[in-house]
């Protein structure tokens, strides 16, 4: 599990105690009432632990090693492959369920050329105008060859919080882990002209594992 999530999961166990400690005072005390809000406060608290237990796992994967790939920054669906604005540059967004694997891995090898957080609204994930959300834009400098790749966590309706834990300067392989998205977000990947996508909406990809882009020269 992902060290992230840890707070989370002793919150959930905190509330679990105190539940069971109203269990046990309601039960001496014979009262209905706080045993039923004893028992209520036992579920919510023990499905909100094994929630998040589940949701910040984060499972050892093998690095790709193939240069000439570029790999999806996380788990989940191709949402759309388009020309989002003026030139070349290609995007694929991704959107990550409260389902997916949270955790960003680099899509290339490369240096971190820049970091920057971008204040914006907090749309649901999964719709076309989440592209103006809250979101961590990182530029890698390509591993030998001199193109730049964007890469994007942006935040959704509930997810308003991002880690990116890289800074500038460092280097990164490709499939690394470099960040997190809390509960629910999107991904985005932006291909320079001297390189393809090689995904569709609809399709299910895999951080650090999936290729979705390839160089052309």
């Not at 990947?189 to 999936?210: E, I, M, N, Q, R």
């Amino acid at each position: 599990m992902a060290k992230q999530g840890l707070r989370f999961v002793v919150a959930g166990l905190v509330l679990d105690l105190l539940g069971s400690a109203v269990i046990v005072g309601a039960v001496l005390g014979r009262h209905a009432l706080a045993l039923a809000v004893g028992i209520a406060i036992v579920v919510f608290a023990s499905a909100f632990t094994a929630f998040c237990v589940y949701f910040f796992r984060d499972p050892e994967r093998s690095l790709p090693t193939d240069l000439k790939k570029i790999y999806s920054p996380g788990d989940g669906r191709v949402m759309s492959v388009a020309r989002e604005g003026p030139g070349d540059i290609v995007t694929a967004r991704i959107f990550l369920s409260v389902f997916d694997v949270h955790i960003q891995r680099a899509p290339c090898a490369g240096v971190v050329e820049h970091v920057q957080h971008v204040r914006g609204s907090f749309a649901a994930a999964m719709k076309d105008e989440a592209r103006a959300n809250e979101r961590c834009v990182t530029t890698l400098k390509v591993e030998g060859r001199e193109e730049r790749l964007v890469v994007e966590q942006v935040a959704g309706l509930v997810a308003r919080r991002i880690e990116c834990w890289p800074v500038e300067g460092d280097a990164l392989k490709a499939g690394e882990r470099y960040g997190i998205i809390y509960f629910g977000s999107q991904a985005a990947v932006h291909f320079p002209a001297s390189s393809k996508c090689t995904v569709a909406p609809g399709d299910k990809v895999t951080g650090g594992l999936t290729a979705i882009g390839e160089w052309t020269n």
